[in-house]
């Protein structure tokens, strides 16, 4: 007895579909593509004695048809696409981030988005570590989606070597992926402005990042009052723990840890801490340390002898110079989360404390020698572009970005489709924007999209002007309408 059989081919492991035969008599081969249809064609089969042949009659008849499966329209969690009104306030964005770093005389660099892993596992601990998107290729190379700038700037200057010459002032604005908890302004993917300075030891570099960031802010209209700088050193802790000895191997470790303190509870930071080998008398001090907001506080607890003390000075100092001094404030909790940290660290923060940090930087001495790179000094900062836009959302300081045209070109009749289109080829031709009407349309409709795309000018192409070589020019703003020769028409 023959009954319906099936069988699957394999065509592709992950681009095509499983296709299946199904075979009515063993001559006579049909190809469907819905296993749906093939189960209903075999419990047919099956009801109807097990008849070799038998098949339901409207399943053939409509073989062909293929199921539609709708699709989640959205985005992956985390992402975002960027209609066209998004796209304008993402450039305007953008554009002022890449003017910032002209002004400055900073050249702009760019990365690939998928990195080797090893590149951004570093140290045991770190959240970026537990946050990449990282996956074997199929060259069996473990590779991950960027999560930050910076160690993709190191593996290209140790690239470069001595081709470049130092210092190095590099600008970037790049994708960055994170698996991490949204929240407000924190998302799993968002675009970063870096600027770095690679090859300047000395605390200027810091001073002039932060002025660029300040800049930025007056540009779009934020001032002092609405965002300020925490400022500390990796060194303020360095000092701590050396004082309690404290191994150095362990340094990375509570960096990581202290970075915590205003995401989870004290009783976890000290539990933590404790877990490092830290006696409790000195993780009393240590976090009675952190607690200081001024730096007079802190010589007296570390003496003006120090490094850090010394940097932090003559950091304030240079920033009375480049005249933000009002922009920034001593906090010694900041110490930033990532490893490779070594000096000076800050980061902009929200003065009503609504939001996440704003960006965030400081001094890498040591992250291209851990890449087998030269003992080089460097510092930089990220500013993520999800952060700022809550900010100036929250400041009513977006603004307004409609479609900006100059020309919309539209032929009166059919035939003249072609004389339209020389038109806006010659406009184009002399650097002007153009809307060109590809179809028939009333003149009600060409006006409403007029006003829709902002356009300056509407230039229609009629049959007795075209004839004479002019075309019909309206001034949208003013209603003032005259006939150009189309050599004349600017």
């Keep these: 007895m023959r009954a319906i059989q099936f069988v699957t081919t394999r065509l592709s492991s992950c681009l095509r579909p499983t296709l299946r035969y199904e075979f009515v008599s063993s001559s006579s081969p049909r190809l469907f593509s819905n296993p749906r249809r093939l189960l209903c064609a075999a419990a047919a089969t099956k009801s109807d004695g097990g008849r070799s042949g038998s098949i339901v009659a409207p399943l053939v008849a409509n073989e062909e ?22 796209m304008r306030l993402r450039n305007w964005l953008f554009n002022h981030f890449k003017e910032v770093s002209r002004l400055f005389g900073y050249e702009e660099v760019d990365y690939p988005v998928l990195e080797t892993e090893a590149l951004f596992i570093r140290k045991a601990g770190e959240e970026i570590r537990d946050q990449l998107y990282c996956f074997e290729d199929r060259g069996k190379r473990r590779v991950a989606l960027r999560p930050e700038l910076t160690p993709s700037l190191a593996r290209l200057v140790i690239q470069k070597g001595k081709s470049v010459s130092l210092p190095l002032k590099w600008f970037a604005i790049g994708q960055c992926w994170r698996y991490e908890r949204m929240t407000r302004g924190r998302r799993r993917e968002h675009y970063q402005w870096n600027m770095d300075i690679i090859g300047v030891p000395h605390v200027t570099a810091e001073a002039e990042l932060i002025s660029s960031i300040v800049t930025f802010f007056k540009r779009v209209g934020i001032t002092a009052s609405d965002v300020g700088f925490k400022i500390s050193s990796r060194k303020v802790l360095q000092e701590m723990l050396s004082k309690y000895g404290v191994p150095e191997t362990l340094f990375g470790r509570v960096c990581i840890i202290i970075d915590k303190i205003e995401k989870i509870p004290i009783d976890e930071i000290k539990k933590e801490l404790g877990s490092t080998g830290i006696s409790e008398d000195a993780i009393e001090q240590l976090l009675q340390v952190l607690s200081v907001k001024s730096l007079d506080d802190l010589e007296d607890v570390l003496g003006g002898a120090g490094e850090a003390i010394a940097d932090l000075k003559q950091l304030f100092s240079l920033a009375e110079t480049f005249g933000y001094s009002e922009w920034i404030q001593f906090d010694a909790s900041v110490v930033r989360g990532l490893s490779y940290y070594t000096g000076i660290v800050f980061e902009g923060f929200d003065r009503k404390g609504n939001l996440r940090a704003i960006c965030g930087g400081g001094r890498y001495d040591r992250l291209l020698p851990t890449y087998g790179g030269d003992d080089i000094p460097a510092c930089g900062f990220g500013f993520g572009d999800a952060v700022i836009v809550e900010l100036l959302k929250e400041k009513n300081l977006l603004p307004e970005l409609g479609q900006d045209v100059e020309n919309i ?41 007029a006003a ?17 070589g002019s075309v019909s020019v309206k001034v949208l703003s003013s209603g003032e309408q005259s006939q150009v020769k189309l050599s004349d028409l600017e």
């Design 409 to 449: 070109v539209c032929a009166l009749e059919k035939d003249l489709q072609g004389a339209a289109a020389t038109v806006a080829t010659a406009l184009r031709s002399k650097g002007q924007t153009v809307d060109l009407v590809l179809e028939s349309k009333p003149l009600k409709w060409v006006f409403k999209r």
């Design 452 to 468: 829709r795309i902002n356009a300056r000018r509407l230039i229609l192409v009629g049959k007795t002007e075209w004839e004479d």
């Design 65 to 86: 048809e293929e199921e539609v499966q709708k699709i989640d329209v959205n985005p992956p969690k985390g992402t975002r696409d960027f209609a066209p009104e998004d």
